[in-house]
């Protein structure tokens, strides 16, 4: 067995050129896997609405980590067309994580309109150790949208959440 | 051209048998919303009141009459979430957001996304 020594910048390198594990929420129409490839849609500007880590447990838990289902993940998401959610799971072990995804519309005040959610999907992220995962959220223009995940073993999982606007070629 | 969300509407209707836009009003010819020719799609949210379905109709025009109709039904248990995506094939200084229906409350806001010049 030989050990490799390598610098912190080498192995971000090789995370980054890993193969990318894609999930598609399973109640949405399918699109393509990176928006830059469809031919109708080009994206103009990103936001990184969110970024950090989440302790995966049992529990439906929202990206920011709590199970108070009235809060949002990312607020004032009116501009993004769509959003997209990566990041990747620590540990040896496969990565298998419950997520779904809520979105209300709120009023002039921020007050949402009425109680609960709308169900946007849901998906189950099945990669191998240290792979990276990613999953787009088509239905754009909610002004909130909750993101909630689950594992039935604990993990900690580090994500971004993207928004983008884009030209529309349809 | 690059893209900007509006709100141009949040509020509440008593949905009714007979037509009447969001704003209330029953003359058919009379405009929701006028100067949104920089329009390119509504995204209209919310929640409705009861279980019955609500139809709703979406006519794009100006002062010499509609020109475009588009129309659907919000479905959906009591107090749930809809959606309805409209974009028109052309822009229209005019549009006109009707609904009718069995009687209920209907609480949504309408987005307009408009293109602007860089």
């Not at chain 1, 990206?63 to 108070?68: A, H, I, K």
Request: hydrophobic share 40%.
């Amino acid at each position: 067995m030989s050990a490799e020594r390598i610098t912190r910048r080498e192995m971000l390198k090789r995370l980054i050129i890993a193969p990318v594990g894609a999930a598609v929420l399973t109640t949405l129409e399918v699109r393509e896997a990176a928006a830059c490839q469809q031919r109708y849609y080009e994206p103009y500007f990103v936001a990184v609405l969110w970024e950090g880590r989440t302790r995966c447990d049992s529990l439906w838990r929202n990206l920011t980590g709590d199970v108070v289902p009235i809060l949002p993940t990312v607020r004032g998401a009116t501009p993004y067309d769509r959003l997209y959610w990566t990041g990747y799971a620590l540990g040896n072990a496969p990565v298998n994580v419950n997520m779904r995804v809520w979105a209300r519309a709120v009023d002039l005040n921020g007050m949402p309109l009425g109680n609960g959610w709308r169900a946007v999907g849901q998906a189950t992220i099945q990669t191998p150790p240290l792979r990276w995962f990613r999953v787009e959220i088509p239905e754009g223009h909610w002004d909130e949208y909750r993101i909630e995940v689950r594992s039935a073993t604990p993990r900690l999982v580090y994500s971004r959440l993207i928004g983008s606007q884009g030209y529309w070629k349809e | 051209m690059r893209t900007r969300p509006q709100t141009l509407y949040v509020g509440t209707l008593q949905v009714g048998a007979t037509p009447k836009d969001v704003l209330n009003q029953a003359e058919p010819l009379a405009p929701t919303f006028v100067n949104a020719e920089q329009c390119r799609a509504f995204y209209w949210t919310g929640v409705k009141g009861s279980d019955a379905p609500i139809a709703y109709t979406v006519r794009g025009g100006n002062a010499n009459g509609w020109q475009w109709s588009a129309s659907g039904q919000i479905t959906g248990n009591a107090r749930s979430w809809f959606r309805v995506v409209i974009k028109p094939p052309a822009p229209y200084n005019w549009y006109r957001f009707e609904v009718s229906g069995a009687s209920q409350s209907l609480h949504s806001k309408i987005t307009g996304v408009e293109e602007v010049a860089e």
